[in-house]
């Protein structure tokens, strides 16, 4: 039996949804936060149980051929992900949080940010040196 074709995106892993239908649930709001910026609100996504399911196999699946040792999520939006993947994964996520929302010692990390706001912060002692890392952010 021969091998099925390869899925013509890169990112398809795969899943019960088609991509158009997760794109559907996405809503686009323009000029928000500021003029210029297209919003993708996820709201109707996560709201519907199988899509939201779908996108973490989807996500999962990919993130499985980098074989983390450990999922990093960027808040907000990271965290609605990063922490059904970790656990499809059975790996363990490290927040990464706005300034001053993390008590203790921790690292402004060197990212950008499409509203400009300030780089987030990670505790230093949260990743150990040789961990794979994967970066999971909107």
Known sequence: ?????????????????????I??????????PQPGI????ITPLIADPGLFADVVERLAAIARRFQPDIIIAVEARGFL?????????????????????LPGATHAADYFFVNG????EIYT???RAGTRVLLLDD
Do not use: E, H, Q, W
């Open 81 to 101: 992900f990063g922490g059904p993947v970790a656990l499809a994964l059975g790996i363990g996520l490290v927040p990464v949080r706005k300034p001053g929302k």
């Open 38 to 41: 297209l919003f993708r609100d």
């Open 125 to 127: 002692d949260a990743v």
């Open 23 to 32: 794109d559907a649930a996405i809503r686009i709001i323009p000029d928000f």
């Open 117 to 120: 706001t300030a780089p987030p």
């Open 1 to 21: 039996m021969p091998n099925p074709a390869p899925p013509t995106d890169p990112y398809d892993a795969g899943g019960d949804a088609s991509l158009a239908a």
